[in-house]
DNA sequence: TTGATAATGCAACAAAGTTGCGTTAAATTT
DNA sequence: AAATTTAACGCAACTTTGTTGCATTATCAA
């Protein structure tokens, strides 16, 4: 466990991760909750989050870091691999619930794999 | 045509794509071309140059922009779904020549894909 | 209740990328 | 070949994201 202490913040990021359905962008967390806490907290909490199993974090179009809620099954078997969508008109993230494989690539020790898929979600299309 | 004039930098840049088999960061290029060009010119002769078809760009682990040569089969048909793969050790990134299955998404409107494999490359796994 | 130390706030910093504007140099016209 | 047009460039200043060091605060266990 790296999340040693339940402080107020890590109490607060934990229930906005918990009520949401979509990604979140660390600049979106820091702006929403540039009165509650330093935005040097939400980077170091977001960190401790993801180190202890419960967020999962990748790089978004924009070159920007997201995190997302992990599943059950993810925070047992820390497997990742799932792709993301990013809406291109409001912006949107979400976990999409879709196995990608990956084929076997020659000489090569694959690690880990980012899916970024971008369109038009829903509410947009 | 968005490249109207072949500047001095357009041909440098060219040439270094040309003559590269991996993908180039523009740090990388930033930095390697500090003393021929400004930083502005190589951001902006990139971004022409990828309007122009020449280039695709796309997102590294870290964050930072890439720049790769596209295919000819890319050039004409505007397909940029092939996967990037990212050395966890050197940095080096590729343009893989597999393709990646997309599952259809329902609701859900597709535009483009970005994908991004890391591990450990030939020279250091 | 007290003591150890994880976590926070703050300020300063670093790096990537952008913008505005005056100047330079391609390409076109005369 | 000189003049004209304007795309492209250089430079400086700026914005944004993310990081670091350190003094202070608050959590948790003894």
């Given at each position: ?58 790089i978004g179009?924009d070159g920007l ?61």
């Amino acid at each position: 466990m790296s999340v040693v202490r339940k402080t107020k913040s890590v109490n607060t990021l934990t229930t906005i991760f918990n009520e949401s359905t979509s990604a979140l962008s660390v600049v979106n967390l820091v702006n929403r909750l540039k009165s509650q806490m330093n935005k040097t907290t939400v980077y170091r909490v977001l960190e401790r989050l993801e180190n202890d199993g419960m967020l999962h974090s990748f790089i978004g179009v924009d070159g920007l870091k997201w995190y997302a809620k992990c599943t059950e099954d993810e925070e047992t078997h820390q497997n990742h691999t799932h792709p993301h969508f990013q809406c291109n008109d409001c912006g949107k993230v979400e976990c999409l619930d879709v196995t990608i494989t990956i084929p076997a690539i020659k000489n090569k020790q694959i690690e880990s794999a980012n899916f970024l898929i971008t369109g038009q979600c829903e509410n947009c299309k």
